[in-house]
């Protein structure tokens, strides 16, 4: 069973080119595809299952069947735009699309996973070609949400990853990837603005955490001072402040 595109093309007034699958291996890799095949800025896919959903760090994404959101949406960034700030809004838009439609409180472990009562219910996978000069030709920004608690449960996953809703409920997912489009696109108009980073950093659980982060082979322990304007993370370090570009933290006294 797929997304009803329909509903969300009237959901969202027609603003965005829908598409919705049964399945696909990742809904990142087919729309790359169409994105060198020219397909214009807003195509956004989404598929009912994915059956090689990909994560950062060259992971998995679980997809089952109607479990979640799992999309991709391109954008096609004029000028030099920061890919940080691109998937901060998505996270920012995800976090404020689950307040309004079912006004549950996502927080941001950064870079891009959204939280709930402890446990990861979104990851964000951006992937991107330059034009040559300095900006993009395209941007393949890959949302899953897990929305549903899947038949099977998460297996070996429960202890990380977590659900939004126990029960299913009609309409439900078609209401979310509206309002998300809706908030990323609102965002993604405003990306240099300073707006954006205190959104985000109102959702972030990290601050005065003691944190682990890999920074190429090594492993960097400090506890976490902020984020800057640029998404950058700030570890303090005795004395040192060294901001992280990219990367991945684990929480000490955190499972
Ligand atoms: C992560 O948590 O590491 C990022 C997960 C990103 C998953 C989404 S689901 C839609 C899109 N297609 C993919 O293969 N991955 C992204």
Same mark, same amino acid.
């Given at each position: @069973? ?7 093309? &009237?959901?969202?007034?027609? /603003? ?33 299952h994915?059956?090689? %959903?990909?994560?950062? @760090? ?9 479990? %979640? ?7 096609r960034?004029? !000028?030099v735009?920061? !890919? ?8 920012? &838009? ?5 307040? +309004? ?5 996502l927080?941001?472990?950064?870079? =891009? +996973?959204?939280?709930?009562? =402890?446990?990861?219910?979104c990851?964000?996978?951006?992937? *991107? ?5 300095? %900006? ?7 949302? !899953?949400? =897990? ?11 429960? *202890?990380?990853? !977590?659900?939004?809703? #126990? ?11 509206? &309002?998300?489009?809706? /908030?990323?696109?609102?965002?993604? +108009? ?12 109102? $959702? ?21 001072? %902020?984020? #800057? ?25 955190? $499972?």
């Amino acid at each position: @069973m797929s997304l009803d595109a329909l509903k969300i093309a &009237a959901l969202t007034e027609g /603003r965005y080119h829908i598409k919705t699958v049964a399945q696909t291996d990742s809904t990142n890799n087919q729309l790359r595809q169409e994105a060198i095949e020219g397909a214009p800025e807003g195509t956004a896919l989404f598929a009912a299952h994915q059956t090689a %959903g990909r994560g950062r @760090m060259g992971r998995s994404f679980f997809s089952p069947e109607g479990s %979640g959101l799992y999309f991709s949406v391109l954008l096609r960034p004029q !000028g030099v735009a920061s !890919g940080m700030k691109i998937t901060a809004a998505a996270g920012v &838009a995800v976090a404020e699309a689950v307040r +309004d439609v079912l006004g549950l409180e996502l927080s941001i472990k950064w870079v =891009n +996973d959204l939280y709930y009562k =402890n446990r990861k219910v979104c990851g964000i996978l951006a992937e *991107s070609a330059t034009d040559g000069q300095g %900006g993009f030709a395209w941007c393949v920004l890959g949302i !899953g949400l =897990n929305v549903f608690a899947p038949e099977g449960g998460f297996g070996e996953l429960s *202890s990380i990853a !977590g659900a939004l809703l #126990d029960q299913r409920q009609e309409g439900i997912l078609e209401r979310l990837a509206a &309002a998300i489009l809706d /908030r990323f696109f609102a965002w993604y +108009d405003k990306l240099e603005e300073p707006s954006l980073m205190e959104a985000y950093r109102s $959702r972030s659980f990290l601050q005065g955490r003691t944190v682990t982060a890999c920074r190429g082979e090594q492993r960097l322990r400090g506890t976490v001072a %902020g984020i #800057d304007e640029d998404g950058a993370l700030l570890l303090q370090i005795g004395e040192d402040l060294i901001p992280l570009q990219s990367g991945e933290v684990q929480l000490e006294d955190y $499972r």
